[in-house]
């Protein structure tokens, strides 16, 4: 069983206030590696197509193929069935409705995939516009760090 995600950061905010800059600083730290945009948590308010409560090898790879994980895995150098295989090693252990817990797993395996290309140990999302997201993402991480810059 591989650990969950508990305690990430999240940089949010206006657009062009700081948030690439911060984040690049963020990720020369020895333990912090930040991660590109990938606007996860507008898909889960925007998409209301998916069915969070089945995930299946088909809603695996449309989900890939429909948002920016695949762009993400792309530069981590990670192929869909190594997404898959990371994905299928997640169990979450806290109370959430399998919605959420399907939901986290995903946002998990993007951020240990991250965390285990760079070897480091706390993970950073820089995504402005998940500042409209800011209660789903303390839903799912009530420990997270959420940096708004202005």
């Known amino acids: 069983m591989t650990k969950e995600i508990t305690k990430p950061i999240?940089?949010?905010?206006?657009?062009r206030s700081g948030t690439t800059i911060l984040a690049k600083i963020l990720n020369n730290h020895s333990q912090i590696a930040s991660?590109?945009?990938i606007h996860f948590f507008?898909?889960?308010t925007k998409?209301?197509?998916y069915n969070w409560q089945n995930i299946d090898d088909n809603f695996l790879?449309?989900?890939?193929?429909?948002?920016?994980?695949?762009?993400?895995c792309s530069l981590l150098k990670v192929d869909f069935e190594e997404f898959k295989a990371q994905f299928e090693s997640i169990t979450i252990t806290n109370s959430l409705a399998i919605e959420e817990q399907n939901q986290k797993?995903?946002?998990?395996?993007?951020?240990l995939l991250l965390l285990k290309?760079?070897?480091?140990?706390?993970?950073?999302?820089k995504t402005p516009q998940h500042l409209l997201s800011v209660a789903k993402i303390?839903?799912?991480?009530?420990?997270?760090?959420?940096i708004h810059l202005v």
Do not use: Q, W
């Not at 790879?61 to 993400?72: A, H, Q, S, V, Y």
């Not at 290309?117 to 999302?125: D, S």
């Not at 303390?138 to 959420?146: E, F, H």
């Open 61 to 72: 790879k449309t989900l890939f193929k429909e948002t920016r994980i695949e762009d993400f």
């Open 105 to 111: 797993r995903i946002f998990d395996t993007l951020m």
């Open 138 to 146: 303390l839903s799912l991480y009530p420990d997270a760090k959420i």
């Open 35 to 37: 991660a590109t945009e």
């Open 10 to 15: 999240f940089i949010v905010g206006c657009p």
């Open 117 to 125: 290309r760079n070897n480091k140990e706390v993970c950073c999302e």
């Open 47 to 49: 998409l209301k197509k």
């Open 42 to 44: 507008n898909h889960l």
